[in-house]
């Protein structure tokens, strides 16, 4: 059954039309109707095949505004680097004791930095990490030898993403309490970052599809011209 609330919002989406991204940023505030301070989300639909290793889109990018959620961040590193870990912020450090919770099923954790050294240790956490996307990986800034600035950099807003199975990015780029610029130059920046990743063995239209969606709220569509500088 659909509420009352939910009834007003969907109104308040004309399906039929494509909004810029300043226009879709002030409506997603409007049409929220949780009363928590809902995740304000992004869905790219790529004209990529993930199943090809050079168009399986992923990467990160530092949200200028933050996600407005505060990242649990686990380094997993050799006792050398676990005072710079902690000083930068991680909210656990250590190594052969989080393996072992992990490989007992605990994941209460966003973010997984580990330097290279410890890496062939963590290669069995793959099963439950890897369907979590929490497994460490170069290509994402999260494995590296400067841990601090690692972590400094996901508490300060930086995002990973990644292409789905049939060619979408979710990503969270804020909450529905940041100002509309805030929600737009969020969104703006991460597009700039995947549109930085076109392969070129992609063809036609790259950017298929944009829309925004807060938690439990209509998607809305964005004109891709709009946001492609």
Known sequence: MITKKR???NAKVDVNKTYSLKEASSL???????????????????????????QAIRGTVSLPHGTGKTKKVLVLCTADKEEAAKGAGADYVGLDEFIAKIEGGWTDIDVIIATPSVMPKIGRLGKVLGPRNLMPNPKTGTVTNDVAGAVKE????????????????????????????????????????????????????????????????????????????
Request: glycine share 8%; aromatic share 4%.
């Open 154 to 229: 996901v508490k300060g807003g930086k995002i990973a993403f990644k292409v789905d199975k049939v060619g979408i990015i979710h990503a969270s780029i804020g909450r529905v309490s940041f100002s509309i610029e805030k929600i737009a130059e969020n969104s703006q920046e991460l597009i700039n970052a995947i549109v930085r990743l076109k392969p070129p063995t992609s063809k036609g239209t790259y950017l298929k599809g944009v829309s925004m969606a807060s938690t439990m709220s209509p998607g809305i569509i964005i004109d891709t011209k709009s946001v492609q500088n």
């Open 7 to 9: 009834k007003l919002a």
């Open 28 to 54: 997603v505030k409007e049409i929220n109707t949780t009363k928590f301070d809902s995740s304000v989300d992004l869905h790219i639909k790529l004209g990529v095949d993930p199943k090809k290793a050079d």
